[in-house]
Structures are given as C-alpha cells and as structure tokens.
C-alpha cells in the first residue's frame, strides 16, 4: 500500500483542520493506520491511531478529546480531525500503516518496522 497524506495549512489557535490519509492497494483493511508528528529540534511523536476495521482508536494524551480519527475503508482513506488547534500542535503530520497490529500496537512501534509511510504535511497553529 503508498499513502498520500493532505489538509495540513495554517490556522489560528482554536480553529480545526482535517487531515487526510489516502491509500492505494486492495488490502486497506488488514493495516492498522496511525498519524504520528515531528516539530523543528524534536522526535516524532505518536499523535492517533486507528485499527484495520475502525473499531479501535488510540491517542496521544496530549490530543485526546480534541483529535478524532476515523477511516473509510471503501474509500482507502483515514482521518484526522483536529479540533481547538494550540501553537504546540505545529508540526509536519505524517500517517503510517502497519499490517497484523492493532491501533495501540502501532503507536509503540519502531519507525523501521512500519511498512509504509506517508509524506508529511505541514500544520501551522499561530497564536
């Protein structure tokens, strides 16, 4: 599977943008998709996940109740809706997909043991 991640931008503080995660390839469904994040001088973060059926989802503490993630497996595409955006959400998004793992087991997995990453896309929050 390739995924093409897009909806990075610049919003103000409090506003929300949609993140899309879109992939090619049959066997959508057996990956389980996480977005993770890197700001300037910093590791990549883990940010949200989600399982190959969508029934299971996994976030950040730092997002959680403010981030929702979800999937259109039809549609081979995974979602990230960010709401009240902070200064400190800034930072290029990446999605990535792994197969036979859950959404948990993604947001602890190596980076070299992921099967496919996307290219990032830059979000901008300005206070």
């Known amino acids: 599977v390739q995924l093409q991640a897009s909806g990075g931008g610049l919003v103000q503080a409090g506003g929300s943008l949609r993140l899309s995660c879109a992939a090619s390839?049959?066997?959508?469904?057996?990956?389980?998709v996480g977005w993770f994040r890197q700001a300037p001088g910093k590791e990549r973060e883990f940010v949200a996940a989600?399982?190959?059926?969508?029934?299971?989802?996994y976030y950040a503490d730092s997002v959680k109740g403010r981030f929702t993630i979800s999937r259109d497996n039809a549609k081979t595409t995974v979602y990230l809706q960010m709401d009240s955006l902070r200064p400190e959400d800034t930072a290029v998004h990446y999605c990535?997909?792994?197969?036979?793992?859950?959404?948990?087991?993604?947001?602890?997995?190596?980076?070299?043991?992921?099967?496919?990453w996307g290219q990032g896309t830059q979000v901008t929050v300005s206070s």
């Open positions: 390839g049959h066997t959508f469904g057996i990956y389980a």
């Open positions: 989600i399982s190959g059926n969508g029934q299971s989802t």
């Open positions: 990535a997909a792994a197969r036979w793992t859950s959404a948990q087991g993604i947001s602890v997995m190596s980076p070299s043991h992921i099967d496919r």
